[in-house]
C-alpha cells in the first residue's frame, strides 16, 4: 500500500505540473494549432517525475499527444513504440489511455514494446487527433543509452513515440539489439519534469523556466523540431560550459570532474563549428554531453552519452573521435533522419567518415590516421566480407554490424573523397542537408546530391562499392 500511496500523490503533483506548464510554457506551437486547426507537426507534452526507491530510479509520467495525420489513408488506429520495454521486457507499464477526452482501447504487443491504440473516431488525411497516456517506469541496471550507469541514469529512449506509418502501415518491426533500432519523424516537445536536487540534468531542447526547491528541481523544457527527447540525471555532477557559432550555440557538458567537463564542453563546441562550416548550420542553441558507462557513444536530439573514460586527458584522441562522431549524428540521424532499421549505413556510416576528418583537425593527421589504422585493423586483415553496405539490421547481426557499417562505411567514404575530391564531396553534403532539412534522407537522395556535386552520375559507383565485390 505504501507504493500505491506514493504513485497517487506523485500523479496528483504531475496533472498541476502539466497543467501549469502547458498553459504557461513561453514555447511557440505553431499559430493554426492554436486557432483549433490542424498544426504543422505533431506535439508531444510530457509531465514527468522521478524520483529514487533504493538503488533504482522510478519515473512516473504523463503524454498528451497531438498527432496529425500526414498521410493519404484515414487512419483507425495509432501505434506507439515503447522503446523501453524493448531495453527491459515490461519495464514500462501504461496506467490510463485516452483520445480526444474519451478512454480509448489498446493492446499491448508480448513484448511490451508496441502500443496499439484503437481511435472511437477516425482521422482523415490532414486531421490531427488527441492522445492522453498515464506510464511509469523502473530503470533497469544496464550501463547503456537506457538504464543505470555507474556515472547516473541515462534515458534515451525512453518516453512513448508514435511509429511511423509508411505505405499504408505502421512500422512495428522488432526491435534489433545490435545497432540504432530507431526512427521518428520530426515534432515538437514540452515537458514539465521534476527531479531529485542532488541531480544535473542533461535533456534535449531548451530551458524555458526553472524553480528549485530543498528537495525537489522542477525544469521547464520547450524543444521544437526534434526528432524525439532524451535526458540524462547525473549525481553530483562536476559541470562545464562552452560556446559555438559565435555564442550562438551553448555546449553543457557534465563529468566526474572539472577537468573532464570541460575537455567535454571544448571538445563538442569544437566539432559544431567544423559541422556547421561544412555542412549547415547546427538549428538549436543547446546540446549536453554526459558520461557513461556504453564503450563509445549514443546520440540523441541536443544530448550526446561519450563513454566516461573518454573525458580522460589520457584518452583524449579517442574521446575527440568520439564526440565529433556523435556530434555529426546530430545533423545525420537528428536534422536529415533516415531510416535506421532498413538503412543503418546512411547516416552512421558518414558520421564515421566525419568523426575522423574531424580528428584530423583538433588532433591532427597522424593522431588520426594512427587511431584509424588501429581501429579497422581486423576488418583489413582479418574479416571476410561477404555482406552489402546497404544492409538492415536484420542483414547486418553480430561483428559484421560493426565491420560493414563502421568499418567499411568508413572506407567507402574515404573512397569516394578520393573518387570526387574533397571540396565536392562536402557540397553534396550541403546539399543532402538541405534537400532533406527536417525530414527523411534515402540512398537515391544521397547519391544525387553526390552526383550533382561531382557533375556526373554516380549511381553507378555507389552500387560498385556498396556490393561485397568491391572488397576482393
Known amino acids: 500500500m505504501e507504493h ?9 503533483r504531475l496533472f498541476a505540473l502539466a497543467a501549469a506548464f502547458i498553459c504557461a510554457a513561453a514555447f511557440a506551437v505553431p499559430a493554426a494549432a492554436e486557432n483549433g ?13 522521478a524520483m529514487e526507491e533504493g538503488r533504482y530510479l522510478r519515473v512516473w509520467g504523463l503524454m498528451r499527444l497531438t498527432y496529425v495525420n500526414r498521410s493519404a489513408d484515414t487512419m483507425y488506429s495509432i501505434a506507439l513504440r515503447l522503446h ?16 480526444d477526452g474519451r478512454s480509448a482501447a489498446y493492446t499491448l504487443s508480448s513484448d511490451g514494446g508496441i502500443l496499439n491504440i ?6 482523415a488525411p490532414g486531421e490531427s487527433t488527441r492522445l492522453f497516456m498515464r506510464f511509469d517506469m523502473t530503470l533497469p541496471e544496464t550501463g547503456d543509452r537506457f538504464g543505470a550507469n555507474s556515472t547516473g541514469y541515462m534515458l534515451g529512449n525512453a518516453l512513448p513515440i508514435a511509429a511511423m506509418y509508411e505505405n499504408g502501415v505502421w512500422r512495428t518491426e522488432p526491435y534489433y539489439s545490435n545497432g540504432d533500432s530507431f526512427y521518428s519523424r520530426i515534432a515538437d516537445y514540452k515537458v514539465a519534469m521534476q527531479i531529485p536536487a542532488k541531480f544535473a540534468l542533461a535533456h534535449t531542447g531548451t530551458r524555458m523556466s526553472y524553480d528549485s526547491g530543498r528537495a525537489y528541481e522542477t525544469y521547464y ?11 540524462a540525471l547525473i549525481p553530483n555532477a562536476a559541470t562545464a560550459e562552452a560556446t559555438a557559432r559565435g555564442g550562438r550555440v551553448k555546449v553543457h557538458a557534465l563529468g566526474q570532474s572539472k577537468a573532464h567537463a570541460a575537455f567535454g564542453a571544448q571538445c563538442v563546441a569544437k566539432a559544431i563549428d567544423f559541422f556547421s562550416e561544412n555542412i549547415g548550420e547546427y538549428p538549436y542553441s543547446d546540446i549536453f554531453v554526459v558520461p557513461f558507462d556504453l564503450n563509445g557513444g549514443m546520440e540523441y536530439p541536443g544530448l550526446i552519452m561519450v563513454n566516461k573514460a573518454y573525458f580522460k586527458s589520457s584518452k583524449s584522441t579517442e574521446g575527440a573521435l568520439v564526440m565529433g562522431h556523435e556530434t555529426a549524428h546530430q545533423w545525420f540521424y537528428g536534422v536529415v533522419g533516415s531510416d535506421q532499421v532498413y538503412s543503418p549505413w546512411l547516416d552512421e556510416s558518414l558520421v564515421e567518415y566525419l568523426g575522423f576528418d574531424f580528428l584530423r583537425q583538433y588532433a591532427g593527421t597522424d593522431a588520426a590516421d594512427a587511431l584509424e589504422r588501429e581501429r579497422y585493423y581486423a576488418m583489413r586483415h582479418e574479416y571476410s566480407r561477404t555482406k552489402r553496405l546497404d544492409g538492415s539490421l536484420e542483414d547486418l547481426s553480430g561483428a559484421d554490424y560493426f565491420f560493414m557499417v563502421y568499418a567499411y562505411g568508413h572506407d567507402f567514404y574515404a573512397k569516394l573523397v578520393n573518387e570526387i575530391g574533397s571540396g565536392a564531396f562536402y557540397e553534396g553534403l550541403k546539399t543532402y542537408y538541405n534537400a532533406n532539412y527536417m525530414g527523411i534522407g534515402t540512398k537515391e537522395k544521397l547519391i544525387a546530391a553526390f552526383s550533382e556535386a561531382a557533375g556526373r ?6 552500387e560498385a562499392n556498396i556490393a561485397p565485390e568491391a572488397a576482393q
Open 221 to 231: 523544457i520547450a524543444a521544437p523540431s526534434v526528432r524525439e527527447f532524451a535526458f
Open 37 to 49: 486547426d490542424v498544426p504543422e507537426r505533431d506535439l508531444y507534452e510530457f509531465s514527468i517525475q
Open 457 to 462: 552520375d554516380l549511381t553507378e559507383w555507389f
Open 84 to 99: 523501453a520495454n524493448d531495453a527491459d521486457a515490461n519495464c514500462m507499464a501504461i496506467g490510463s489511455v485516452g483520445t
Open 118 to 123: 484503437s481511435l472511437p473516431r477516425e482521422i
Open 4 to 12: 500505491r500511496r506514493k504513485s497517487i500523490s506523485t500523479i496528483l
